[in-house]
């Protein structure tokens, strides 16, 4: 198993920046890729950004050049960095992470609100 905790949320005015952050521990030898999705109310969970163990990344369109995803393999960490937010990226953002035994585990959520 993988224990997820995620931390950074809260409320941010247009174009201002948040960090987020998530700390796994468990069976963290078998964690392949990291990343972050979100859920808007009324809306279904969706990507924002996943990084390999080898530090390739994707991002959804939404978010390209204005959040930056990174990890930390020593610390077993995940972070992504989030400027320029505006409110359609007021969500609640989970950490997740797949391991190489083919399983996803998720954190608990953290809200991000950006509203003037």
């Known amino acids: 198993q993988v224990q997820l905790v995620e931390s950074g949320g809260g409320l941010v005015q247009p174009g201002g920046s948040l960090r987020l952050s998530c700390a796994a521990s468990g069976s963290i030898f078998s964690i392949t890729a990291m990343g972050w999705y979100r859920q808007a109310p009324g809306k279904q969970r969706e990507l924002v950004a996943t990084?390999?163990?080898?530090?390739?990344?994707n991002y959804a369109d939404s978010v390209k050049g204005r959040f930056t995803i990174s990890r930390d393999n020593a610390k077993n960490t995940v972070s992504l960095q989030m400027n320029s937010l505006k409110p359609e990226d007021t969500a609640v953002y989970y950490c997740n992470v797949h391991t190489l035994y083919g399983s996803t585990w998720w954190g608990q959520g953290t809200q991000v609100t950006v509203s003037s």
């Open positions: 990084i390999t163990k080898d530090g390739i990344t």
